[in-house]
């Protein structure tokens, strides 16, 4: 009998262990669920958002705002959606960012630990206006390894940005990021166009950094098409080198190396160029000092070899000796004996002004016993050079050329000074 209520008993007390499982099981659901209706009466999304986002503002060192209508949304991960956010360094005139909406997921750890360390899981920015110069300047109070970057471990999205630089920015910015972490490889995708005074650059590009915490391994690669005014240069390029970003942005040194086709009127030249310095942004304008060049053309690009600098920002300053290997095959022809020799022309050239060339261009060449001191126009340079009929067998230029011997027309002529006069271009600038 004792076994027989045994057995009678054994079918009762499973179901009650399953209540109890069940049960187990339902109270941490039940608790979670409570916690989020009380987080969602007690903390509405216009009082926790400026609360979130000042903490995060206040952990990398920004003041962040948003007076747009604010949402949010609790579960697992934690999302905020704000609209017209601003944000920047304490007392700055300028803000660093400006975004039309934005979305931040953060995991639950993040909030427990008042942002520090800063951990995301998803950014997503609509409409961003970026400053570069007020990001510099941030970047550079920034305190060194970890801290200095958020982690963003399901990435980041920018549609329709901007980058506002000193006289350029970039527009239709689109970018996209699968994760950020300072000690993790970095792979993004950009795209947009360049845009200044004179000139537009539409590009699409690839970006890795190998330790973005470090800066080592920077590269960047992709298609580029700047165009002026008769001319465009679609081109392949590619940039790398030790990114830093104290004191201003800079890759010590810069590798950059560009595949490219000149299109002007009915002109196509195609080219390669190469640059090898130390690239410095500082005070709104960028430098390659000292920089090594080597440009390989053909027709009207020469094949030179050069040292020198430069410095872009609202005037371009350009400074390079170097030799060009052979006389270029669509340049003038020079009279015999120059014509004949296959010595290297040794050139210097100097340029300070206008980005857009628009300021003469002085010139030295030397080759055997040929000497020419003077100045080029060179947007004239281009249309003649360009031109599907020339109205005369030189090119525009300013300057004197001495020879010691040379042949016109079967005569042999010697002590030779001929003194070129183009009338300058009435936007010219002083000849540095």
């Given at each position: ?164 630089g000193d006289g350029w920015h970039v527009e239709a910015l689109r970018l996209a990021l699968p994760r950020l972490h300072p000690e993790r490889p970095l792979r993004a995708q950009v795209s947009g166009r360049y845009v200044d005074a004179s000139r537009r650059a ?231």
């Amino acid at each position: 009998m004792n076994a027989g209520r045994a057995q009678a008993a054994t079918p009762r007390a499973r179901p009650r262990w399953a209540r109890i499982a069940l049960a187990l099981c339902a109270v941490p659901l039940a608790l979670g669920l409570l916690l989020w209706l009380v987080l969602a009466l007690a903390f509405p999304p216009e009082r926790i958002v400026p609360l979130v986002l000042a903490r995060v503002g206040a952990s990398i060192g920004l003041e962040i705002s948003a007076d747009g209508d604010a949402a949010s949304r609790f579960g697992a991960r934690p999302s905020f959606v704000v609209r017209n956010l601003v944000a920047r360094e304490p007392g700055a005139a300028r803000p660093l960012l400006q975004a039309r909406r934005v979305l931040v997921a953060l995991p639950w750890r993040t909030i427990r630990a008042l942002g520090d360390p800063l951990e995301l899981a998803r950014v997503e920015l609509d409409g961003a206006v970026l400053d570069l110069p007020a990001l510099q300047h941030w970047l550079a109070t920034r305190p060194p390894g970890a801290g200095r970057l958020p982690i963003v471990s399901d990435g980041l999205q920018v549609t329709g940005g901007r980058i506002d630089g000193d006289g350029w920015h970039v527009e239709a910015l689109r970018l996209a990021l699968p994760r950020l972490h300072p000690e993790r490889p970095l792979r993004a995708q950009v795209s947009g166009r360049y845009v200044d005074a004179s000139r537009r650059a539409p590009f699409a590009l690839a970006a890795s950094l190998v330790r973005p915490a470090s800066g080592r391994g920077f590269a960047l690669a992709g298609p580029v098409a700047p165009e002026g005014d008769g001319w465009r240069v679609p081109a392949w390029i590619l940039l790398s080198g030790a990114l830093h970003w104290e004191d201003g942005l800079r890759l010590l040194p810069a590798r950059f190396g560009a595949s490219a086709r000149l299109f002007a009127g009915d002109t196509v030249a195609p080219f390669a160029l190469g640059l090898h310095a130390p690239l410095r942004s500082h005070a709104g304008a960028w430098t390659l000092v000292p920089a090594g060049i080597a440009l390989r053309g053909e027709g009207l690009v020469p094949s030179l070899d050069a040292r020198g600098r430069i410095a872009y920002g609202q005037r371009l300053l350009f400074e390079a000796e170097g030799r060009i290997a052979r006389w270029p095959s669509e340049w003038p022809t020079l009279p015999p004996p120059l014509g004949a020799s296959r010595v290297p022309l040794d050139l210097a050239l100097a340029y300070r002004g206008a980005p857009d060339l628009s300021a003469p261009l002085s010139l030295r060449a030397a080759r055997d016993d040929l000497r020419f001191d003077g100045r080029l126009d060179v947007p004239a340079l281009v249309a003649w050079g360009t031109a599907p009929t020339r109205d005369s067998p030189l090119p525009p230029l300013q300057g004197r050329l001495q020879a010691a011997r040379i042949e016109v027309s079967g005569a042999e002529l010697e002590g030779v000074v001929l003194e070129f006069e183009d009338d300058p271009p009435a936007t010219a600038a002083p000849a540095p």
